[in-house]
C-alpha cells in the first residue's frame, strides 16, 4: 500500500485552544471529492419535479431554550428572536472571559453605530447570573441584548464550544457564518453588504 492510499483514508483531529474556551476541529485528508454523490444517493429513484419553485423555509438555527435577559431577569425564548426584522450577530461570551471583557466596549459601540442593520445579542454561560449583571453594568452594555443561560443548553445546540464566539444569522434564523475569537467587524460588514 502506497503512503498516499494510508493518508487518504486517515482523518486527523487537531484542537485549537483559544484564550477563554476550547474547540474541536477536524480536518480531513479523504480525497473523495464532495460533490461526487454517496451509494445510497446513487440507488434512490428520481423524483418527479415539484410544482412549488420555491423551496421550503429553512429551520432556524436558534434553539427552542429559555434564556433570562441579564438586565432585567425577565424570561426570553431564545427560538423567539426569529424572524427578525434584520439579520442578528450572536455573541457567544462569559463573564469570566478576558478577551469577552477587552471587546465589550467595541462590542456595544458596533451595536450601536450598525443598529439600523443588525441586531447584536450577547448569549453568556459558565458563570453566575450575578457575575453577567456586573459584567454588563461594568461594560455599560445597552444596544447590545445580553441574555444569560443558565445551563449550556444554547450553546450546545449552536455548536459553541468557546468564547467569545460569533454566529451570523438571517432574519430567519439561518446561519451565515461564525468566527471565534475578536469581533470580526470587517468581515461582519462585508456579510452585511
Do not use: Y
Not at 60 to 76: A, F, I, M
Not at 86 to 110: N, R, S, T, Y
Request: hydrophobic share 40%.
Amino acid at each position: 500500500m502506497n503512503v498516499a492510499g494510508i493518508v487518504g483514508g486517515l482523518t486527523l483531529s487537531a484542537l485549537a485552544l483559544t484564550a477563554c474556551g476550547t474547540t474541536a476541529t477536524v480536518v480531513s485528508t479523504d480525497p473523495t471529492p464532495l460533490t461526487q454523490p454517496s451509494q445510497e444517493a446513487q440507488t434512490q429513484p428520481e423524483q418527479a419535479p415539484s410544482n412549488n419553485p420555491e423551496p421550503p423555509p429553512a429551520e432556524s438555527v436558534l434553539p427552542d431554550v429559555d434564556l433570562l435577559e441579564v438586565s432585567t431577569g425577565s424570561d426570553v425564548e431564545f427560538a423567539g428572536l426569529v424572524p427578525s426584522d434584520k439579520p442578528i450577530l450572536l455573541w457567544a461570551w462569559a463573564p469570566h472571559c478576558a478577551i469577552c471583557a477587552g471587546e465589550a466596549a467595541g462590542v456595544e459601540e458596533f451595536a450601536q453605530a450598525n443598529s439600523k442593520d443588525i441586531n447584536v445579542v450577547g448569549i453568556g454561560t459558565q458563570d453566575s447570573l450575578d457575575l453577567a449583571e456586573d459584567f454588563v453594568d461594568t461594560h455599560n452594555l445597552q444596544q447590545t441584548r445580553m441574555l444569560w443561560d443558565t445551563g449550556f443548553e444554547s450553546w450546545r445546540a449552536l455548536s459553541i464550544t468557546g468564547q467569545p464566539t460569533w454566529v451570523l444569522i438571517t432574519p430567519q434564523g439561518e446561519e451565515i457564518q461564525r468566527w471565534q475569537g475578536g469581533l470580526p467587524t470587517d468581515e461582519i460588514l462585508a456579510q452585511l453588504a
